[in-house]
């Protein structure tokens, strides 16, 4: 028959204070595999983010270039449109009656001849600009080449850390999951997040040297009696982490050696002759 699992609140402290700290060598297992994996996934993310905005901003220049090859062909129409326009107007002003209709044509041909070169100046300053960002696609486009072959190179550590760790992550996260179904829900949680609030990740520490294994501030000897009693759950009045002994933790510590008193150098008394 299958041993019939124990409801969580009823366990003693002793044994939820055992389930925990088990609970926390298997996460501080799963930590160092992350940390293994060091900061490769953030670089792999940001190249990824990186080649993303490239692109985006390589698509925008080639439609501004679109654009700008357009508005030139647009203002080369225009210019022989308004070249045309000066042709007839020449032909008109050698059958023109009187000097109002002289004077009305030479204006349309001024006209038209400072509309060409608005044109052209435009059309010079739309080439710069095509130039300007065709050095720019260019530019753009190299670092695209770089960051992809930079982010294949970054894939493929991960890929080969991830493979020789994905069996051991999983199977501690199996374990941790069924062993979490052992913890009363209220102190997993708070469990929890006292790991995501520690720098090192330890939501429960054992004592060392009388002082907290978290944040090493001393522990008074009252409250490290009440520890090794097992009878409440303690956390340290510093950092806020669940404190364990360690011999429940199954942790051996290696006592100091007692200072040997010093001897002290008899000095021999001389008896006075009389």
Known sequence: MATKVKDPTELTVEEKLKNLYQLQTMLSEI??????????????????DEIEGLTT??????NEIVELKREIADRRATIETATAAIEKYKEQMDNVRNNREYDSLNKEIEFQSLDIELNQ??????????????????????????????????KSELEEIISETKADEEKLRERSKNLEVQI??????????????SRNGLGIVYVQRDACGGCFNKIPPQRQLDIRMRKKIIVCEYCGRIMIDPELAGVKIDKPAEEKP?????RSTKKSAE
């Open 31 to 48: 930590d160092k595999i992350k940390t293994l994996r060091g900061e490769l996934p953030l670089e792999v993310q940001d190249l990824e």
């Open 57 to 62: 901003r390589i698509e925008k220049i080639q």
């Open 121 to 154: 100046k435009k059309i010079r300053e739309a080439d710069e600009a095509i130039h300007r960002k065709t050095e720019e696609l260019a530019a753009s486009t190299e670092a695209v080449t770089e960051r992809r072959t930079d982010l294949d190179i970054k």
């Open 184 to 197: 009363e829900q209220r102190l997993l949680a708070a469990f929890k997040r006292i790991r995501r609030n």
């Open 262 to 266: 010093k001897r002290t150098a008899r």
